[in-house]
């Protein structure tokens, strides 16, 4: 799953509508989905960001090592108009802490610092971006994802010639409406990526074949999950015919206790 973070609704919608998203409902956060996206949009700042995110993560029965993609809008001193860069080192003003992302290798952006700071702002001191959420963004995603999984892409909507002051939600909406196939890409090359540490992280189709077999309240599954996982781990990572007889899923999770109580670790 890509989870992607937005935040405004203009930022969303054209993402929204290329995939054809559907909102789901009751949410405290807005939420966007289909089988392998989910976007929230969280609201401008660093406290609306990390609460969103962490909504979004409880809210996908807390999958961690998926995808987690920020973009939208943010303001350098010279780059043009719809210039996509790809975040390279987040810089929050607040506090002086730094992030470094893993390099994203993609032929449609450039590379670029950022700053995060917590009032917009409308002189730039340097070449570098400038936005209100990167930084609560990463802090958050590293808690829930490996690093090789977390990316940031920002466009440019205002500068030195074209002032904050002139963004507007129609604007923001058709800047990135325009200029939309980098950010298609950036998400395709993600699912690729994604399919390489699924061999590592993932429970793959064993976990989907149980649920499917069996009932399991939410904290059930969670708990089955990491049974599964330390099994593969210590067992002989074969589905045993016995586990075919367990008539609910309380007896499945006695059984992979059982399987962990009994294996032996090789050294």
């Known amino acids: 799953m890509i ?10 919608k054209p993402i929204v509508d290329f995939y054809k998203l559907s909102a ?11 089988e392998q996206i989910n976007v929230v949009v969280s609201g401008i700042g660093k406290v609306d960001t990390a609460a969103a995110m962490t909504y979004l993560f409880v ?10 993609l920020n973009y939208g809008i943010a303001g350098h001193k010279s780059a043009a108009l719809g210039t996509w860069f790809n975040v390279n080192k987040i810089s929050e003003v607040s506090s002086g802490l730094n992030w470094y ?22 002189q730039y001191k340097s070449d570098k971006l400038y936005d209100m ?20 892409m920002k466009i ?53 074949e149980i649920l499917e077999k069996w009932h399991f309240t939410q904290y059930q599954q969670k ?18 015919d016995e586990l075919e007889k367990c008539q609910d899923a309380k007896r499945v999770i006695a059984w992979f206790k059982g399987q962990l109580a009994d294996a032996k670790v090789a050294f």
């Not at 789901?24 to 289909?34: A, D, G, V, W």
């Not at 893993?102 to 409308?122: C, M």
């Not at 959420?133 to 940031?152: C, N, R």
């Not at 708990?223 to 045993?240: S, T």
Request: hydrophobic letters at 40%.
């Open 156 to 208: 440019v909507s205002d500068n030195e010639e074209n002032h904050l002051d002139e963004i507007n939600k129609k604007h923001v909406q058709l800047l990135l409406k325009d200029n939309i196939d980098p950010l298609i890409n950036i998400v395709n090359v993600l699912k690729e990526q994604k399919k390489e540490f699924d061999n590592i992280y993932d429970v793959d189709e064993m976990y989907s």
């Open 3 to 12: 989870n992607i973070v937005c935040a405004l609704h203009c930022e969303a």
């Open 101 to 122: 992302p893993s390099r994203f290798q993609s032929a449609d952006s450039l590379t670029a610092s950022l700053e995060t700071v917590d009032n917009p702002i409308s």
């Open 59 to 68: 809210k996908t029965l807390e999958h961690k090592n998926n995808v987690w």
């Open 223 to 240: 708990e089955v999950k990491r049974l599964i996982r330390r099994w593969k781990l210590l067992c002989n990572n074969e589905y045993i």
């Open 24 to 34: 789901l409902p009751n949410c405290i956060f807005p939420i966007y989905s289909n």
């Open 133 to 152: 959420e990167a930084s609560a963004f990463m802090a958050t995603a590293l808690k829930f994802s490996s690093i090789e999984l977390i990316q940031l």
